[in-house]
Each structure stands twice: as structure tokens, then as C-alpha cells.
């Protein structure tokens, strides 16, 4: 995806530790968000602006600017979006169209109920938060009616270079729709979308990756609960896919039609792996994994959250001394861990190292001047209905934590 936007595929396991979080964690240091905004599924840095939007799980996004040397933002103004939230359902991701710059279209992915996640468009107004949300159109409309809980739904979207939208679509708890290749969901769903202001749906591409016989929306499969991806430098697809219980897993997919494998395994396949694909990283629920070893502020409650990002971009002017240019972040939502990971052009594994530790991470982005930026979701990994789920809080990665 042209998109450098890694968003939260909303889930129930929302962040880590108790009570109020100290601007002192390892690497990072806080910003201070001029709101008291809660809840906040992902971080979008206008395109070429010290402005940010910060969209909430009840479907609030606020606009912020970055002032005081970037040291805290102020808030500007804010627009809703109507959606069904409910334990994982909420507005989950955003993505701004290629030619955002002279349209104003912001893509959201929102549920739309229990059972079903849209993907729609406004007309961004930052002096008429009204006329914004009167904007919306719906561009699609995904689910499944059987679907029994509000989980694995819509996640990350972006843009490729021939401006297709991309967009992650999680099974809705019906495992075996990862592995019917005539449904879109529990995979990667590629369509163009309409480009009149006031008429939302779309047209297929033309090639689709799964012929006549599949869903000519489906660019890839076998995944559960993919919360966060983007298209890579090199034009591959890496995703942060949630476990049911064994493995998180970070997977790139090379080219359309894959299939990573879900039901039918969980992390590494160990057998009749055939024509799936691998996670190129994975990890258990143990205490002792290398990455909780390895990170000395491991949040050790049970959840396991996989979460991938990009790093800076390629060629882009940065204070990490380049040692970020064009690798993947990653890391888990709940241990708190963040790791580097850098890939050569064939998908292989050339450096993984520990980065710092940042629990409840639900977004990143790259600001005005190359740093790198993560927005938190709440102040506790585990939350129960009805309870208080504290503020967001907004850090930059200091240039003095790279590897």
C-alpha cells in the first residue's frame, strides 16, 4: 500500500498494566495529546503535515497539530462516524486516498453491526465537522449472519500503486471461511473505489487472484484475525494475523492467491503444508519465549496480540540514522514488546532485534520529520464490560533506542 497506515483491527484485548502509565518506558517519550481522548485505534499523519488524526473505537476521530517543538499536540476539531461498538466492533482503521491532497477522501473501516464491517469514505471538511460525517458514502459491505460475536473484522486498509484498495478482513469466528476461496473473509480483499465524490461502491479489478470460480474481490487468504498490514518498499503484503490460542504470527504474502493457512494451522505448519504459506516470525504464550526474555518490562498476563508496522520509509530523511529505513515493526499488543525486523528482496530474515517496550500499541506512523510515532489504545490489557478504559496516550521513539 502507497498507505504508511497501520491500524487496529478492534479487539478486545486493549492494552496492558494498571492504573496510570509512566511517561518514563523504555525507548519512547510521551507526548502529551491536548485532549482526553480514550480508546484511540489508530495514529494518520496528514500527508506531508505536522497534523494528525486520532480515531476512536466509538467512532469519534479527532484532528490534532503537533506543536511546541512536537513536544504535545493541540486539538483542532473532530467529526463522527456511526458505528456498531461492541467488545472488538468500532471504527478500526482509516486511509487516505492517493489524491487526498486535492479531494479530501478519508477511507474508514467501521463495523456496521455484530455481524458485519463496511468500508466507507468521507469528504474531509477540517472547518465543517458536520459536512464531513454528511459525506459519507459506503464503499462495501462485508460480514457474515451466522457470526455470533463481534470479532475478526475489518482492519488495515491502503492503497496500492495502481490505486486499488487494499483492506483485511478477519473470518467473523467462521473458521472455514479463511479457506473458501468464493468469500472474501478470514483474507485480503483488492477493489477500486468508486471516484465520484457523492456515489460510493466500486469496480473489480481485472484480473482476480482466485479466477472465475472464487470471489473476484480476494487478493489472499487463510488468515483469523489480521489487525494490522501494509504493502511493504518491495510491494509485499506483511501482517500482523491475531492467534486463537497457540501462535501470533507476522506473515508476508510475496503475490495474490496466497494462502497462509488458517484453520488449518497456526503458526508454523508442521504438516501437509503444502501450498500454504509460513509466518516468517511467530510466537507462543510462553513466558520464556526469547522475544518476553528478551524484553526485561514483559507484561506476562496470558493475552497474546500480534501487531506489524512499517518503519520509515525508504529515502526519507530521519533521525535513526537510517538503521529504521524500509524494515517492519512488530511486536505483541499485551507483552508490550517492540521488535525490528528487516527483510532482504526475496523475504528473508537478515536482522531481528529488540527495539523497546511499549504495551497496548494500537497505531504508528512516521511524522513530519522522520520520526516515528505510536498512539496506546487505554491503560489496561484486559478490560471488563463497563469499565473505565483510561486515556490514549501518544509517544515518539527516540533516536537513541535503535539498534
Known sequence: MVSRRVLLLGLLLVGCGDGEPSADVPGFVEVAIGSDVSQVTGLYFLPDSDELLLPTRVGTVEHHQLIRGGSRTRLIGSFEVPVHAETDCGLISLAFDPEFASNGWIYLGHCTSLSHSAIGRVTFDPDDPVATAASYVTILELGHDDAEQPWHNVGALGFDDEGALLALFGDKTIPALAQDSTSPLGGIVRLFPSRSEDVGGYTLPDDPAYGSEGSPLLWAKG?????????????????????????????????????????????????????????????????????????????????????????????????????????????????????????????????????????????????????????????????????????????????????
Request: glycine share 12%; aromatic share 10%.
Open 223 to 403: 488468515l483469523r484475525s489480521p489487525w494490522t498490514g501494509f504493502l511493504d518498499h518491495e510491494g509485499r503484503m506483511i501482517v500482523g494475523d491475531v492467534g486463537q490460542g497457540a501462535y501470533e504470527e507476522v506473515d508476508v504474502i510475496q503475490e495474490p492467491g496466497a494462502n497462509l493457512g488458517w484453520p488449518l494451522h497456526e503458526g508454523p505448519c508442521m504438516e501437509s503444508c503444502e501450498g500454504f504459506v509460513d509466518p516468517v516470525r511467530s510466537w507462543n504464550r510462553s513466558e520464556t519465549h526469547p522475544f518476553v526474555l528478551a524484553d526485561p518490562d514483559a507484561v506476562l498476563d496470558w493475552p497474546r496480540v500480534a501487531w506489524v508496522a512499517p518503519g520509515v520509509p525508504p529515502g526519507l530523511a530521519n533521525p535513526y540514522d537510517d538503521a529504521l529505513s524500509g524494515v517492519v515493526l512488530y511486536g505483541d499488543l499485551c507483552v508490550g514488546f517492540v521488535r525490528v525486523l528487516e527483510l532482504d528482496s526475496n523475504g528473508a530474515v537478515v536482522r531481528d532485534e529488540a527495539l523497546g517496550h511499549l504495551a497496548n500499541a494500537t497505531g504508528w506512523d512516521v511524522g513530519p520529520h522522520g520520526d516515528l510515532y505510536a498512539v496506546t489504545f487505554a491503560d489496561r490489557c484486559t478490560t471488563s464490560p463497563g469499565a473505565s478504559y483510561g486515556r490514549s496516550r501518544l509517544y515518539r521513539l527516540l533516536p537513541t533506542s535503535t539498534p
